[in-house]
């Protein structure tokens, strides 16, 4: 009993034993467990810069920094499930597009073929005013952003024209740049 | 010295060997508290969503950033884990805005005017920290934009401009 004690096996000559197999087996789930964790980390901060070509980080930066907004988009995400893209151009109205709701849901994948319609008509802009309606959710309002913001492997691909070189360069962009615009409104 | 060839060799003949695993344990402490470090200064972990709230999914491949949190759950509006208005399932009490802007949210205002102040105070003193107006929105995915714009309006106001939703990648 006495030679258990303190988790330790004594010999005859003084020395001793410490038995760290369970401090082992919690070490090594910890350093798994946790490397695991810091990997996701990792990932993640690479994938972010390897976002976005210096081009496109150029074009984007430029339609940011933009005080007079030639063109405007405005996505309205009303109540009714219905899907309202305005355009306007040099302040003027430009096109209207209208899509119904499908069956008390918002029909996404037409509403994501028209953005990407209008990202090849107007490549440098980058930014859309999105106006919820009060009784839209959350969930709803990111299903939309995610349909504004990129383009997915089965759409066609979109260019944008380097400054630089003037050479056409592909971007899976479409309008990253979401602003709430009917907030302020009151 | 022959005291120790002596319980080698007495090991040896019992069939029974020791490993000598103290530098790996010692690799494996290192590698624990790097790790352990790492994680919890990762802005994943501090940006997770509490156990109130269901967060909706989404493509989005940007990564978490550090800023101040506001939860809206609900049962109510937290910022930074401290709660500062309480819902009825998702429903603001009229008492709880002004009376001739029902947008503004007072608790809400007041809490992050406090941290506003607090991160320009440390901004003066401090040339690394700057006060961005960043703020990390999660909300339930059920919520309506009845409430979320309330909260955007009062954070607006409070000098909180750029905001940002949080979602979870999809399962």
Do not use: C, W
Not at chain 1, 46 to 67: C, G, H, M, S
Not at chain 1, 104 to 117: K, M, P, T, Y
Not at chain 2, 35 to 44: F, M
Not at chain 2, 146 to 169: E, I, P, S
């Amino acid at each position: 009993m006495g030679q258990h004690r303190y988790g330790s096996r004594r010999h005859d000559d003084g020395t001793f034993e410490l038995q760290l197999t369970s401090m082992i087996d919690i070490f090594t789930i910890m350093v798994f467990f946790l490397l695991k964790g810091f990997a996701a980390v990792m990932l993640g901060l690479v994938f972010l810069d390897a976002q976005i070509p210096q081009p496109v980080a150029t074009a984007l930066e430029k339609d940011r920094n933009k005080k007079d907004r030639d063109i405007v988009l405005n996505v309205d995400i009303q109540s009714s499930r219905n899907l309202e893209i305005r355009v306007s151009v040099n302040g003027n109205d430009n096109q209207r597009i209208l899509v119904p709701g499908k069956s008390d849901s918002f029909d996404l994948n037409r509403f994501h073929n028209e953005i990407v319609n209008l990202k090849q008509k107007y490549p440098e802009t980058f930014r859309v005013d999105v106006n919820p309606g009060e009784k839209v959710s959350y969930k709803e309002i990111i299903q939309v952003m995610d349909q504004v913001r990129a383009r997915t492997p089965k759409d066609p691909k979109v260019f944008i024209t380097d400054e630089a070189t003037k050479k056409q360069v592909e971007t899976n962009l479409l309008f990253p740049d979401v602003v709430f615009g009917n907030v302020m409104e009151g | 010295m022959s005291r120790a060839l002596a319980r080698l060799r007495r090991r040896q003949t019992e069939g029974t060997f020791a490993l000598q695993i103290t530098s790996m344990i010692d690799i494996f402490t290192i590698m624990v508290f790097f790790l352990l470090k790492s994680y919890s200064a990762s802005s994943v972990v501090n940006t997770g969503p509490t156990s109130e709230i269901h967060l909706p999914s989404s493509m989005s491949e940007t990564s978490a950033v550090e800023s101040l949190k506001v939860i809206v759950s609900k049962t109510g509006i937290f910022v930074d884990d401290k709660k500062v208005l309480n819902l009825a399932d998702g429903k603001i009490a009229k008492d709880q805005t002004e009376n001739n802007d029902p947008q503004f949210i007072k608790a809400l205002f007041e809490e992050l005017d406090k941290q506003a102040q607090k991160s320009r105070d440390i901004a003066s003193v401090n040339e690394d920290h700057k006060f961005e107006g960043k703020i990390v929105m999660q909300a339930d995915e059920g919520l309506s934009y009845d409430l979320l714009k309330k909260v955007m309006y009062t954070a607006t106001l409070a000098g909180y401009n750029d905001l940002k939703l949080a979602a979870v990648k999809p399962q």
